[in-house]
Nanobody, 122 residues
Framework: QAHLVEHGGGLVQAGGSLQLACAASPPTFASLARGWFRQAPGKEREFVVGISWSNGSTYYTNSVKGRFTLSRDKAKNTVYLQMNSLKPEDTAVYYC???????????????WGQGTQVTVSS
């Protein structure tokens, strides 16, 4: 069955780096736009970054611009989220999602991964 699986996550110190990966299965599932969302304790789930599979266009939320980089590997049906200069406020459960178009609206995403915890300590 079609599904998304996140890899990575963990505990890092402020200023450190971490890379998350989101693999899609089956391979044809990867043709959908891919987005990353995060949810901190007591807060609503928010959009972080997304990528269009067709043309590689990306869209970043302002709080992560210049620090996070999203890329895709078509051969592996995987997207990678490189997170640099991490801050304590980046602490959250990060979710990979897939939808029919690149958008920040979580309601437009039909498929979701189980989430992976990212904790940034000070």
């Amino acid at each position: 069955q079609a599904h998304l699986v996140e890899h990575g996550g963990g505990l890092v110190q402020a200023g450190g780096s971490l890379q998350l990966a989101c693999a899609a299965s089956p391979p044809t599932f990867a043709s959908l736009a891919r987005g990353w969302f995060r949810q901190a304790p007591g807060k609503e789930r928010e959009f972080v970054v997304g990528i269009s599979w067709s043309n590689g266009s990306t869209y970043y939320t302002n709080s992560v611009k210049g620090r996070f980089t999203l890329s895709r590997d078509k051969a592996k049906n995987t997207v990678y989220l490189q997170m640099n200069s991490l801050k304590p406020e980046d602490t959250a459960v990060y979710y990979c999602a897939a939808g029919s178009a690149l958008t920040s609206d979580l309601g437009k995403y039909s498929y979701w991964g189980q989430g992976t915890q990212v904790t940034v300590s000070s």
